[in-house]
């Protein structure tokens, strides 16, 4: 998976791109999905790279994170279209993709789903939803 120095050039980004806050914030949810991953046997690797960009794109604004979400070839719902504070789960698994090129699926579910918990979650999404 993800390597030290691929880890550092994620978080330089989110240094860039997310308020201190946020950041701290980023790492903590990593930190946990580590720790919940090896409680419930997911990938640990998986769930630190998904817990520190869950938020990847929350402190773009709206018009930009309505921009990607429209654009999203993930599946988006008509509640979710209506409803601002989620787009940046969306957007930010569209980022990872394009950005980083992460293309792992359950990467990219755990960031696209942790705003919203659903009924079929695979196990890393449920991890990062919980973290
Ligand atoms: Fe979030």
Do not use: W
């Not at 998986?46 to 520190?52: D, E, F, S, T, W």
């Not at 698994?93 to 979650?121: K, W």
């Amino acid at each position: 998976m993800a390597d030290k120095k691929t880890i550092g050039i994620y978080k330089e980004y989110l240094k860039e791109h997310l308020s201190k806050k946020r950041y701290t914030h980023s790492v903590n949810v990593a930190n946990s999905a580590v720790e919940l991953a090896k409680r419930y046997g997911a990938d640990t690797d998986k769930a630190y790279v998904a817990g520190l960009l869950h938020d990847v794109a929350k402190e773009i604004p709206s018009l930009e994170l309505a921009a990607i979400v429209s654009k999203s070839t993930l599946d988006v719902c008509d509640i979710e279209k209506k409803a601002v504070p989620l787009f940046h789960g969306i957007a930010g698994a569209e980022l990872v993709q394009t950005l980083f090129d992460i293309h792992d699926p359950e990467i990219i579910s755990a960031i696209r789903y942790h705003t919203v918990a659903c009924g079929n979650m695979p196990k890393l999404s449920q991890i990062v939803y919980l973290a």
